[in-house]
């Protein structure tokens, strides 16, 4: 069947080469589609419970909070692990689900036993909740809120959380592929009123009362209409307060004529609740910020564009002298592990056409062998992307072209002693040469495929890890078994009719620079290989010792 292939190839050389074209093409279309990042996503298959209760010690929260929710995820179908975490007034529970189980039905799962496990937990001191869909590389988009140093007193801290929180996240919310937009620092805005304990005794006035006055006095409601002709007029109450004022002329009863309102009664202001930690810049003061958590399976590269064209816009929005300044892009590490991996490529495919040319001896088979690489390297853009493999520094950096065309050197080089064999001195025709490349393709590609297969059994039992350790070497194996099998094909295709196509058909002798050094390393290897025969024993004695002595080492490494 190879060897009708190679003839078809030969015979066929526009269909061949229009193919080739074709599946370039598409490489290059994939490449352009491929999901970019540093790393491989290494998170395994998990929903976390967190809960808040602050005023429990982390004993009370073990015994109210996380043991009872543990016990209610314990019967979870494809449930691997659990985990927790109880600190002071926090509950943390991690739920490992198998790989196959798809996220959105473990998070159903938990769901519903969150609703049972409620009834569990006593009332008020805590309400459990699913954290966002995202990964422990998630937070794709860290930033602060800066001043410039002409305004630095326009803006208190209070003020740049509530730009933050009302104009910033809510913008940033329904960016595709953010799951969350999570604040930090500042002083949460509130509406506070201070009462004094004096006035309350002084009016005869209750807490209780205060309570109920604010309730009912800050909503807005709606009543029936009045048809009046061939209209409509709905009516409504406005009782919302929208300042400090307004709270401050709530009544909250009357003594005889004299209305009692909340200003009597205490001191009306802005306040904030109390605060467990805050958020520094450079150690120059308070700083606001946010993070965005990116949702898991989502393409980091496209969705770090995204949000960079959506903080355009929410600048625009801002007040004057206000800048969203990013401490964490992951579009800057992206873009350094892209640039490695680019510059590790290139290199180590100029070094590759480098050595090809200069033993091959032959400028033109040199060619032939290098433009391998970059078809290759396409063909596994078109796998990568049809089976969701990311292009990082793990999944591309480990591609050794040195390995890859190894089936093509096999073939373009006995193609050449062929030649040189048998036609010194001669001019082949094309048919002649067609024949010749045929019978030499045909004969030693089983060997150069038997060899690249070998290669590739290499990387099965990386292929077959699972967990954490399957999700950071696999796209690797299958990345470089995805290039070499590619090259596999354009050997047992492209390249003998490249060969046929533009190999020089008027073959002539002549003692080249890739001769003279093949020639000297042969006289390097002949003596080594003589005293290896003639002892064969003393050989294979060594060879004994040094794997016993690898394999003594290896057990001590760290």
């Known amino acids: ?49 967190v809960t808040t209760s602050p005023s429990l010690a982390p004993q009370e929260v073990e015994q109210f909070i996380t043991q009872p929710l543990e016990l209610a995820m314990a019967n979870i179908p494809g449930m691997e692990d659990i985990r927790s975490i109880s600190r002071f007034g926090l509950s943390v529970i991690t739920v490992v689900f198998d790989e196959d189980v798809p996220m959105l039905e473990a998070r159903q799962y938990v769901k519903e036993q969150l609703d049972m496990a409620r009834g569990d937990i006593p009332e008020s001191l805590g309400d459990p909740q699913m954290m966002p869909i995202t990964t422990g590389l998630g937070e794709i988009y860290q930033y602060v809120l800066t001043v410039d140093s002409a305004y630095s007193g326009h803006y208190s801290a209070m003020e740049l959380r509530t730009l933050q929180d009302w104009i910033v996240k809510r913008q940033l919310m329904g960016t595709k592929g953010i799951i969350e937009v999570s604040s930090f620092g500042g002083f949460l805005k509130q509406y506070e009123v201070s009462v004094i304990p004096e006035r309350l005794l002084a009016l005869n006035t209750t807490m209780n009362e205060v309570f109920e006055a ?56 802005y306040g904030a609740p109390p605060r467990f930690g ?148 001669k001019k082949l025709s094309q ?72 190999l020089k058909k008027e073959i002539k002798t002549s003692v080249s620079f890739a001769d003279k050094l093949m020639n000297f390393l042969k006289g390097l290897y002949q003596p080594v290989l003589n005293f290896a025969l003639k002892r064969p024993k003393a050989v294979i004695v060594s060879g004994i010792f040094l794997l016993i002595s690898a394999a003594m080492i290896f057990t001590r490494m760290g």
């Open 1 to 49: 069947m190879i060897e009708k292939l190679i003839h078809f190839s030969v015979k066929n050389k526009l269909i061949v080469g229009l193919f080739t074209l074709a599946v370039a093409a598409y490489g290059v279309f994939s490449m352009f589609k491929l999901p970019l990042d540093a790393v491989p996503d290494i998170t395994n298959n998990q929903v976390q419970i």
């Open 214 to 269: 604010l309730e009912a006095n800050n909503e807005n409601s709606g009543g029936s209409y009045i048809q009046k002709e061939d209209r409509s007029f709905y009516i409504r109450t406005l009782g919302l307060a929208k300042d400090l004022n307004e709270i401050g002329s709530i009544v909250i009863k009357k003594n005889g004529d004299i209305p009692v309102r909340i200003s009597d009664v205490g001191n009306v202001k």
């Open 278 to 425: 805050a958020m520094t810049m450079d150690g120059k003061g308070e700083a606001v910020g946010g993070i965005t958590l990116m949702l898991k399976g989502a393409n980091s590269s496209e969705t770090i564009d995204n949000v960079h064209e959506r903080i355009r816009q929410i600048q625009k929005a801002l007040p004057t002298g206000v800048h969203i300044y990013p401490y964490l892009d992951r579009s800057v590490l992206v873009g350094k592990a892209i640039h490695t991996v680019s510059k590790n490529l290139i290199e180590g495919g100029l070094i590759v056409i480098f050595v090809l040319i200069l033993l091959l001896g032959n400028f033109r088979a040199g060619l032939i062998v290098a433009s391998v690489i970059p078809l290759s390297l396409l063909i596994a853009f078109i796998f990568m992307n049809f089976f969701g493999v990311s292009a990082n520094l793990m999944s591309l950096g480990a591609i050794d072209f040195g390995i890859v065309i190894d089936g093509a050197v096999i073939v373009v080089e006995g193609v050449i002693h062929l030649l040189f064999a048998n036609y010194i001195g």
């Open 431 to 502: 048919a002649e040469m067609d024949a010749a490349i045929i019978k030499t393709s045909g004969s030693i590609i089983g060997s150069a495929a038997f060899g690249v297969l070998i290669i590739v059994v290499v990387f099965v039992p990386i292929m077959t890890l699972s967990g954490i350790e399957g999700k950071m070497f696999t796209p690797m194996a299958q990345t470089v078994s995805f290039a070499i099998l590619g090259a596999l094909f354009l050997s047992m295709t492209y390249v003998p009719m490249m060969t046929s196509l533009f």
